[in-house]
């Protein structure tokens, strides 16, 4: 008998999922006294926190020793090499913050868990077909989100002086890196990530796609402050980033140039270059 979506017994199928993240990450890093007797919110909260930073150092530390140690001078120039110093303080931006960051998927499955969500455990419940319709609504949504939300906190002017400024600190080559894709305020970070958050209320959403999805920002966020153009259209590569971090009024976007392209505020890395002003 197939179990019904929403009962206790489907729900549970996303405790016993969340459950086995917290096991493979926090049974192979810490003593089991020091997490066990936690209520299952807290260890869901301490799994995130720890693989989001294992996951920020990583792609972090990886990305930096390719294009600043082993092809030194070839994808950048000298001068736009960051500073060590400066490396160090996004890292201890970012650190600060990561407490409150993971605090958002943690409520997210919490939700999850317990029915307030559109979430499915198993892509069969579905079939392939409208799973891949529900993902690319998903991703259109972020994008459009993540999208608005990026530009207001640079239109609203409070938002941006006491919150987005903190990032835009770094507004040259050589004050950006990898380790820059998570130097936000707090807030700044949880209110970028909210759209993630809320097309779960909104969009039947695959809960270990959406684990991945999740995953992948991580990645992505020290990929887009690089300095590096990549040249694959339609992606919002860190060619284009770059140049958001330069003139704060361009390319808003998040994994596309759509909502730029379609609302006039996308700027091209080849303008950039000749000197063409928007």
Same mark, same amino acid.
């Given at each position: 008998?197939?179990?019904?979506? +929403?009962?206790?017994?489907?729900?549970? &199928?996303?405790?016993?999922? $969340?459950?086995?993240?917290?096991?493979?990450?926090?049974?192979?890093?810490?003593? =089991?006294?020091?997490?066990?007797?936690?209520? %299952?919110?807290? &260890?869901?909260?301490?799994?995130?926190?720890?693989?989001? $930073?294992?996951?920020?150092?990583?792609?972090?530390?990886?990305?930096?020793?390719?294009?600043?140690?082993?092809?030194?001078?070839? !994808?950048?120039?000298?001068?736009?090499?960051?500073?060590?110093?400066?490396?160090?303080? &996004?890292?201890?931006?970012?650190?600060? =913050?990561?407490?409150?960051?993971?605090?958002?998927?943690?409520?997210?499955?919490?939700?999850?868990?317990? *029915?307030?969500?559109?979430?499915?455990? *198993?892509?069969?419940?579905?079939?392939?077909?409208?799973?891949?319709? !529900?993902?690319?609504?998903?991703?259109?949504?972020?994008?459009?989100?993540?999208?608005?939300? %990026?530009?207001?906190?640079?239109? /609203?002017?409070?938002?941006?002086?006491?919150?987005?400024?903190?990032?835009?600190?770094?507004?040259? &080559?050589?004050?950006?890196?990898?380790?820059?894709?998570?130097?936000?305020?707090?807030?700044? +970070?949880?209110?970028?990530?909210?759209?993630?958050?809320?097309?779960?209320? /909104?969009?039947?959403?695959?809960?270990?796609?959406?684990?991945?999805?999740?995953?992948?920002?991580?990645?992505?966020?020290?990929?887009?402050?690089?300095? /590096?153009? *990549?040249?694959?259209?339609?992606?919002?590569?860190?060619?284009? %980033?770059? /140049?958001?971090?330069?003139?704060?009024?361009?390319?808003? +976007? %998040?994994?596309?140039?759509?909502?730029?392209?379609?609302?006039?505020?996308?700027?091209?890395?080849?303008?950039?270059?000749? *000197?063409?002003?928007?």
């Amino acid at each position: 008998m197939e179990m019904a979506i +929403g009962s206790s017994e489907y729900l549970r &199928q996303f405790v016993e999922e $969340t459950s086995m993240y917290n096991s493979i990450v926090l049974a192979n890093l810490l003593p =089991a006294t020091w997490w066990a007797p936690l209520p %299952h919110f807290l &260890q869901t909260w301490l799994r995130n926190y720890i693989a989001g $930073t294992i996951l920020y150092f990583l792609s972090g530390l990886l990305w930096s020793f390719y294009i600043y140690h082993l092809y030194r001078n070839v !994808y950048l120039p000298k001068d736009a090499i960051p500073s060590n110093k400066g490396m160090l303080m &996004q890292i201890y931006v970012a650190m600060k =913050a990561m407490p409150w960051y993971t605090l958002l998927p943690t409520v997210c499955e919490h939700l999850i868990e317990n *029915g307030w969500t559109k979430c499915y455990s *198993g892509i069969s419940e579905v079939g392939w077909s409208l799973y891949l319709v !529900y993902l690319a609504i998903y991703l259109i949504f972020v994008e459009f989100g993540i999208y608005w939300m %990026h530009r207001e906190l640079h239109d /609203i002017k409070p938002l941006y002086k006491y919150l987005h400024a903190t990032h835009h600190i770094y507004n040259k &080559q050589n004050t950006l890196s990898p380790f820059a894709g998570l130097a936000f305020h707090p807030v700044d +970070g949880i209110l970028q990530a909210l759209p993630h958050a809320l097309a779960l209320f /909104i969009i039947p959403t695959h809960f270990r796609t959406h684990i991945a999805l999740l995953f992948l920002e991580g990645v992505w966020t020290a990929n887009i402050h690089d300095c /590096i153009h *990549g040249k694959l259209w339609p992606v919002m590569g860190a060619g284009y %980033h770059t /140049i958001h971090h330069t003139t704060y009024r361009h390319n808003y +976007g %998040h994994y596309t140039i759509w909502m730029d392209w379609m609302l006039g505020t996308l700027r091209e890395p080849e303008e950039e270059k000749s *000197g063409k002003v928007n």
